[in-house]
């Protein structure tokens, strides 16, 4: 399973670690993703997402309604 958010879309990025005498090693950033479950009412159901921190958020301003709807608009499977 990939380290993605359903929400943001956020994934690892990629980069360097540089050390003292500029060394370079290769190295990943991961997002915050944890596994949270929502009730969807219209549905009657939970709802099981992988969402970032950030996700998390946008679903407390913009309402989980909202934001199934916009990730089965993309094409997510919810």
């Known amino acids: 399973m990939s380290n993605r958010c359903q929400v943001t879309g956020k994934q690892p ?6 050390a003292h005498s500029q060394r370079r090693t290769k190295r990943r950033w991961l997002p915050n993703i944890q596994r949270r479950r929502y ?3 219209s549905e009657g159901r ?3 997402l992988r969402v ?3 996700g ?16 089965r608009a993309r094409g997510e499977r919810v």
């Open 46 to 48: 939970w709802v099981r």
């Open 13 to 18: 990025g990629y980069g360097n670690n540089v």
């Open 39 to 41: 009730w969807l009412p």
């Open 56 to 71: 998390i958020k946008t679903i407390d301003a913009r309402g989980i309604e909202a934001v199934v709807a916009e990730a």
């Open 52 to 54: 970032s921190a950030k």
